[in-house]
């Protein structure tokens, strides 16, 4: 990179923005914070819906004629395909976001995620057409990971960009608030529809949560359509200081960086995936408890994240986004075991407890500050395609095979979740580690930081 390029490294301190008129200033913020949140509400709604599918539907209605454990791990390799789509749509509908704007890419992936979900619910199954449908539902899964693969990485880098500097943590965590809100609303769909009797369920039930989507893709459309354009890029655009190739830039200026971002969200990844993902299947199929168990835990957990997300991003604010990052990541690893001694009790109101201690207070820990950890850490000119590097290669290593290496672990173990709960543990233990590996960006202590510096510099001789 030139070192005209490098020289706008970090998003501007406090002192350092030059802040515009307050009334016009606060209305741009909240409107991209709602552009931001909405897109993520479809985001989570989609991928809940379709793991929550992939464990529960998706191995019976697509997958029928081989063994149930072939069948599920069939159905999760599917919802591993999404993963391994992001990074390709991700990068090339980021470049466009580093090139072009963030608001009109982040309009297309609202299109591309609604279209491939709406058609999900659409598809004929198994006994209807064959071996199309198990093929005409990948076709769907890539179209939402290709649209996916933009969407969360553009929605930190819009909030975080249009922020002012000592409430970055805040805006840059809504929306991962906006991803729960998907979740809940996805999971109490699901929940009501699989009230359902079997047949009714796996005949037509299933699809219902599916079509609804169609109402918030027309919401997200209208509210980011009348989003402004962050003025960080406009600047950027204006000046002329674009890459022609935004995330090579990224990895050629800092690729020590790049390195640690990508494992700081493992634990995040690993964890979360296989709670969402995996222990739907593991409740019905080891503990032969119902799938309303785990769908009903994770609604609740998801609802206490929508209040402790924003509070940790505003946490970061006031002491800084590592400290907040590291007790999460530390948090998981000494949780893991407890995790699954409690939902082995078959009690639903601890299994209730084990996932919202997990998520709510200890991965979104992470989750709340890692947009805005990524994004200050990233210059404005790469900072899209940059931060959906990071999150997409993150996604492929270890969100889209959490479900599937959690199936096999589980099998190993005899269907015991003993090494499953190690893994969980040793990637907390990863996250944390490079995470203290990485400089602290929040204004609050890198200034604090440099006055210190400043306070024991030896003065130079006269």
Known sequence: MSPKTSESTHLPSAQDTAAPPAMSARTRQRRTAAASVVGSILEWYDFFLFG????????????????????????????????????????????????????????????????????????????????????????????????????????????????????RGFYGSLPGAGEFIGVVIASGVVAAVSTLPEHDFLDWGWRIPFLGSALVVIIALLIRNAAPETEQFEATRDSGKREKLPVLAAIKARPKAIALLIGSGCATAIASYAIQGYLPSYLTNQLGLSSGTSVLGITI??????????????????????????????????????????????????????????????????????????AESLPTEVRYSGLVFVREINGVIFAGTSPFVATLLVDAGGDRPWYLAGYMAAAGLASALCVWALPETAPVRTEAADAAAARTEVPAEV
Request: hydrophobic fraction near 55%.
């Open 52 to 167: 929550a599918s992939a464990a529960l539907v998706f191995n019976k209605v697509f997958f029928p004629d081989i063994s149930p454990l072939a069948a599920t791990l069939a159905s999760f390799a599917t919802f591993g395909l999404g993963f391994a789509v992001r990074p390709i749509g991700g990068l090339i509908l980021a470049h466009l976001g580093d090139r072009i704007g963030r608001r009109p890419v982040l309009i297309l992936t609202v299109v591309l995620m609604g279209v491939g979900t709406l058609a999900i619910g659409l598809l004929p199954t198994y006994h209807q057409i064959g071996i199309w449908a198990p093929v005409l539902l990948v076709l769907c899964r890539m179209l939402q990971g290709f649209g996916v693969g933009a969407e969360l990485g553009g929605a930190y880098v819009m909030s975080t960009e249009a922020a002012s500097a000592e409430k």
């Open 301 to 374: 957990a998801s609802a206490v994240s929508i209040l402790t997300i924003p509070l940790a991003g505003a946490l970061s604010d006031r002491v800084g986004r590592k400290p907040v990052m590291i007790s999460g990541a530390v948090a998981i690893t000494l949780f893991a075991y407890p995790f699954f001694w409690l939902v082995d009790t078959r009690e639903p109101w601890l299994i209730y407890l084990a996932i919202t201690i997990a998520f709510a207070l200890m991965l979104n820990s992470i989750f709340a500050v890692t947009g805005t950890f990524y």
